[in-house]
């Protein structure tokens, strides 16, 4: 499976209601599962953004719907990255021309 990075911010709406975010953090949970991902790991971070996200999932298009489905909220606004394990880099950089 793949991994993926995800930033969130809060919007005005989230943090009015910040006290319901561990719950939507739950559901987020559950739907990232009943899609065949799995949330990794989950940070509250200082700066720029809100919180970080770490997830397992086995294509573009859950993370797709994942994202879709957060931002539709009106809680948060999401930027997510794919990310590379040490393997696939070195797999990447030695395949260069």
Known sequence: MATYLTLLKYTEQGIKNIKESPS???KAKQLLKSLGGELKS???VQGRYDALVIAEAPSDHVVAKLAVASGSTGNVRTETSRAFTEEEY???ISGLP
Do not use: D, Q, T
Request: charged share 45%; proline share 0%; no cysteine.
């Open 24 to 26: 939507r953090l739950e």
């Open 42 to 44: 989950f940070y509250l």
């Open 90 to 92: 070195r797999k990447i």
